[in-house]
């Protein structure tokens, strides 16, 4: 059993010293296990639908509550939390498998490369801007919109990935939305797609 706010980083660390494997594709997800339920954070073909047994959270009257795996409704980078917006999830209880140590590292490891040659890990952004399509990567139909390096003030489409927003320097939340807004209309005239936002919009300033 894990508490919300424990730090994935950390979870996966902590599973890999007593040789469980299961959250080897988190451990380079910056976020809590509340953030990563809520949204069903994923990476490398796993996500936490595939190891979440149960979790407990409490309503707006704090009244506690019990759910199995089903009824967090998980789908892509969404459960029942994102549309239950004041409840809050308390702990969660995750199914690891014992695994040897080695094979353990080797697999976070390659992850943890992969993440530092692909993504712009240097420049502080909210992570993936779009959500992958059904039948389409996002990320390539902006590239071949010739939209990496475009920028709204300090806000960029970066160079090394174009499914994330940079910020080189001052960006403002305006500046960001400013420049999602061209990217959508980009890819719309191009690809006749209409492209979804991962980001949570939480200010517009
Ligand atoms: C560089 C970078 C790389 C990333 N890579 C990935 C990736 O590979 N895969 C991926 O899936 N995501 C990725 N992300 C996104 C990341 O998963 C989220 O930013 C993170 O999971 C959010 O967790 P948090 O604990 O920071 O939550 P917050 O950002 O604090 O909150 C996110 C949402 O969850 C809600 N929430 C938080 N805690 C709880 C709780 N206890 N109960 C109920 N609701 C709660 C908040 O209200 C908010 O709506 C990346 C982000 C960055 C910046």
């Known amino acids: 059993m894990v508490g919300s706010g424990v730090l994935l980083s950390k979870i996966a660390t902590e599973a890999y010293n ?3 494997s299961g959250l080897e594709f988190a451990s380079g997800i910056p976020g809590t296990i509340g953030g990563a339920i809520r949204m069903n954070a994923g990476a490398y073909g796993s996500e936490f639908k595939d ?16 759910i199995n795996n089903q009824e967090h409704e998980f789908q892509y980078r969404i459960s029942r939390f994102s549309k239950n917006k004041n ?7 995750l199914q ?9 590292k080797l697999k976070m490891e390659e992850n943890k490369k992969s993440r530092i040659e692909k993504q712009p890990i240097e420049f502080p952004s909210a992570g993936s801007t779009f959500k992958r399509g059904k039948d389409y990567i996002t990320a390539q139909l902006i590239d071949k919109c010739g ?18 927003i940079i910020n080189k320097g001052n960006a ?11 990217i959508k209309e980009k890819v719309y005239k191009e690809f ?5 936002l991962e980001l949570e919009v939480l200010g517009e300033d």
């Open 18 to 20: 007593k040789g469980l």
């Open 51 to 66: 190891i979440v047994v149960s979790s407990k959270y409490l309503d707006k009257d704090l009244k506690l509550h019990e």
């Open 87 to 93: 409840d809050i999830i308390v702990s969660t209880i």
């Open 96 to 104: 690891l498998k014992e695994q040897n140590k080695e094979q353990i």
């Open 147 to 164: 939209l990496k390096g475009y920028n709204v003030g300090d806000a960029y489409v970066s160079e090394k990935h174009a499914g994330f």
């Open 172 to 182: 403002k939340a305006k500046d960001v939305l400013c420049l999602v807004e061209y």
């Open 192 to 196: 006749n797609v209409n492209i979804e």
